[in-house]
Structures are given as structure tokens and as C-alpha cells.
């Protein structure tokens, strides 16, 4: 993984609505670190990888869209994680969706090669 870098809070990913959403943790790889977009902080291209911590508040309808504008935007792999049901849910579009439960584990594929962990792991 030294080609990827994690993308903060403090910065942008610009959807294809132009409005500037702040995602809670990326990593993004090679193909888009080093394009930047219309403004400082603001990548010309999508993460290879975005990772949604749901929180008790989240409404499943909200989280789907930013799903929808997250692989509209070029996002090749989704991760939504989902503490309270204690699973997550993988996307690589929206008709492509997979439950992780906690015996099983994230794969990074050709997304994230070589990475895989629990997900018992990732909800302790």
C-alpha cells in the first residue's frame, strides 16, 4: 500500500452533482493522487476505495444514495460498516451488493491487493 494515502475530514471528494461531500475515511490509490480538481483539497478523480461507518442516526435511504454518488463519482469499491448490526455491506455497484457478517472478512481484491481483515476483527 505505498501507493495510497488516506484522505482526511479536512478534505473533498467532489460528486457528480458538484456538491463537495466529506467522507469519513478513503484511501485512494495510484490513479488519482496526484490529479487535483477545481480547488485545493478537491480531487479530480474519485478514491479507488470509500469506507462508511454508519452511525445509530444514519437513515438507510441517505446511506444508499451516497453509495449511488460514491460509485457515480468512479469509486470502484464501497464499504459500508454497520456496528450495530454488526456487519458490512461491500459494494462495487449498486445491483453488486455483498453482507459481510463478522465471520467473515474484507478482501481488498484488485482494489486494495493483499488486504484482507476481520470483520469480527474491525467491529472490536
Sequence with gaps: MANTRVITDEELLQLPEQ????PRRELRGRRSTD?????PGIPR????????????SDRP????????????????????????KRRVVEY???S?????????ALDGADVLPGFSCSVAELLE
Excluded: T
Design 19 to 22: 456538491k463537495p461531500a466529506r
Design 92 to 94: 462495487r455497484s449498486l
Design 45 to 56: 478523480l474519485a478514491p479507488d476505495l470509500a469506507v462508511e461507518v454508519l452511525s445509530p
Design 96 to 104: 453488486e451488493a455483498r453482507e459481510i457478517l463478522p465471520s467473515g
Design 61 to 84: 435511504r441517505a446511506v444508499f444514495d451516497r453509495v449511488g454518488e460514491y460509485l457515480e463519482a468512479g469509486v470502484r469499491l464501497v464499504w459500508v460498516v454497520d456496528p450495530q
Design 35 to 39: 490529479a487535483r480538481g477545481p480547488g
